[in-house]
């Protein structure tokens, strides 16, 4: 059974292993058309604002297309996840996007609950299997303690109160569930690489990043403490040889075969981007 209040943008299980009928309850404004006459008019989005991800919604399951290193992440995310100890276990997967951790936990045995700001990022989510909820990180509409597993993949660098979204993400870890995230350090080092160089490729979305609202890997660890989560993080980046051999298909217009996309693998540095996972007590 679920219970919602529609009007107010909530919607709560009353139960964690009770699913089924989880929809969409609120959208954030702004569409397609609206970016297209904003571009036209010569307007700029600001940095990191949700809205883009209406004009890229095209992009999300091209391989070699902008969210190509979503994709290298997502497959090194679902990694940290365990098969599912008991039936019913639920995984909700905080900013999911278009769903891209989906193909990457197949037989692990979860119910896989997408939680999102962009509704066409969603529709693409449901249509990979996940059951898609049309919400904010930092008020997210299930109960306490309903996720075996919580993923919050390059989700919170993107969140104006970091904070409130590990809040939420270890409220609904239920005691001994595991949180596995990734996301930017809050480095000159990370700015300069994930920003100033980055957003020069043709590959990234110019304004995809605020790298104001970065997250420093010792604040994230003490705060995932205050909630009762230990967080063990390692710095993370592409393989090298991988990557040179992606960048070289870039450039010559070639497609990625299948099974050769680049590898995300752990590095001595967290200065860039980092991944941690952690349980919460109990």
């Known amino acids: 059974m679920v219970t919602a209040a529609v009007g107010s943008g909530w919607l709560a299980l009353t139960s964690p292993n009770t699913v089924d009928d989880i929809t969409e309850v609120w959208s954030l404004p702004g569409s397609r058309a609206t970016l297209v006459a904003m571009r ?167 304004g995809i990043h605020d790298p104001g609202l970065f997250v420093d890997d010792r604040e994230l660890v003490a705060e995932c403490a205050r909630h009762g989560v230990d967080l063990k993080v390692r710095g993370v980046r592409p393989g090298v040889p991988g990557l040179l051999r992606w960048l070289a298909r870039q450039v010559r217009g070639a497609a990625t075969p299948a099974g050769q996309a680049p590898r995300i693998v752990p590095t001595g540095s967290r200065a860039v981007l980092y991944q941690g996972h952690g349980r919460r007590d109990g």
């Open 40 to 206: 036209d008019a010569g307007l700029v989005l600001p940095r990191n604002d949700p809205r883009q991800y209406d004009d890229l919604a095209d992009e999300w399951w091209r391989p070699d297309g902008v969210f190509a290193m979503l994709h290298w992440l997502a497959r090194a995310r679902a990694a940290l996840v365990p098969p599912a100890t008991r039936p019913g276990a639920l995984l909700v997967d905080l900013g999911c996007g278009a769903g891209l951790l989906a193909p990457h936990l197949a037989g692990k045995g979860y119910r896989h609950v997408g939680v999102d700001l962009t509704r066409s990022a969603l529709a693409q989510a449901a249509a990979h299997g996940v059951t898609a909820v049309n919400g904010d990180a930092t008020a997210v509409p299930l109960v306490d303690g309903c996720a075996d597993v919580v993923a919050a993949g390059e989700l919170l660098e993107h969140v104006p109160d970091w904070r409130a979204a590990v809040a939420e993400a270890c409220r609904l870890l239920r005691p001994g569930g595991l949180l596995v995230l990734d996301t930017l350090n809050d480095t000159a080092l990370a700015r300069l690489v994930a920003v100033r160089i980055a957003e020069r490729l043709p590959t990234v979305p110019r």
